[in-house]
């Protein structure tokens, strides 16, 4: 039986009709751009993350960019980030020209590990970006204490709904930043991001960046750029977002099966399952293992149709676009492990019981049969 990664058709089966008359809604309106729809969003949005202030934006690229031009990074800065992550998290600061200071990371949560943090802090560093990586929440709690008075910036892609001992990842930091990309836990119909903050200065500030820096009609005290969330994006997103707690329980659940799937079929420390840590709400946007022979075994799983995809293979440390801060292989060895060894499985909530049952089963025969 084929199992694939993500399969959004069987999200959007039962919301069609609601999901179609929001998008007639705007069509009828004809106001694309910003309006009610995104104004609409950003109130229950902001309500959702039990944040004061949040900001749609264009996508999750352009929330951490523009949270970065808030904070006013630029040219000999320093902004302190994982080297295990998506490219985003890194790719703006180098845009801004400023530098992006990598650390490793830990096996436990593949977060930023806090110790490297409280090294990598220094007179020129303007952020600090932990990343609530595969939908699990970072150890808030120890970056706070590691950045002193240096900004917060959360990476909130992949995290929607996940909270740090109760409270939601986004209102943790100075700035959260959210993605709307369609795998996401909350995915649009296309790309869209959000900014929360409880500031009303950055929120006044990011209103601003994302209209060219526009403060009224042909003003600009700054350079911004074009970052608007798009209404059609903004109304699909306003009938997703009551359903994302209900999702979330389904990856839960899925995770949990998991479990007790690896353990029957006496996987039990042959493949390293991903653990949800206490206090840290983790959602499992990704599913990911660790396993032996982690290639051969991916080439298996393609092989009999089921779904599965490494992230990241390559920490940002060893991109050639950042050649030039001169790190070399070895540098950070836990986050050059975890690329050589991590692997994400099916776990999105529509799945069947038989399909998790079928992932594992291919898995337990891979092992088996060497
Ligand atoms: C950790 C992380 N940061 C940033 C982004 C960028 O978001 P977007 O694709 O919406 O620009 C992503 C998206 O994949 C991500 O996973």
Known sequence: MPVPLLDLKRQYGPLREQIREAIDRVCDSQYFILGPEVDAFEREAAAALEVAHAVGVSSGTDALLASLMAL??????????????????????????????????????????????????????????????????????????????????????????????????????????????????????????????????????????????????????????????????????????????????????????????????GLDGVVELPEALPGRGHTFNQFVVRAPRRDELKARLASQGIGCSVYYPLPLHQQPCFAHLGHREGDFPVAERASREVLALPVFPELEEAELATVVDVIADFYRSR
Not at 82 to 105: C, N, S, W, Y
Not at 237 to 260: C, F, M, Q, S
Request: proline share 5%; hydrophobic share 45%; glycine share 14%.
């Open 72 to 265: 006013g990074v630029g040219r000999g800065d320093e902004v302190v980030v994982p080297t295990f992550t998506f490219f985003a998290t890194a790719g703006v600061v180098e845009r801004l020209g400023a530098r992006p200071v990598f650390v490793d990371i830990t096996l436990r949560d593949y977060c930023m590990n806090p110790v490297a943090v409280a090294a990598a802090v220094g007179p020129r560093t303007k952020a600090v970006i932990p990343v609530h990586l595969f939908g699990q929440a970072a150890d808030m709690a120890a970056f706070v204490d590691a950045a002193g008075a240096v900004p917060i910036v959360e990476d909130c892609a992949q995290s929607w709904g996940a909270d740090f001992q109760g409270r939601v990842t986004g209102g943790l930091g100075l700035l959260g930043a959210f993605s709307f990309f369609p795998s996401k836990n909350l995915g649009g119909f296309g790309d869209g991001g959000l900014i929360t903050t409880g500031s009303g200065e950055l929120a006044r500030v990011l209103r601003e960046l994302r209209m060219h820096g526009q403060s009224g009609p042909y003003e600009h005290p700054r350079v911004g750029g074009n970052f608007r969330l798009h209404a059609l994006q903004a109304a699909v997103l306003r009938i997703k977002l009551p359903h994302t707690a209900a999702w979330i329980e389904g990856r839960r659940r899925n995770a949990d099966r998991y479990h007790v799937l690896f353990a029957e079929a």
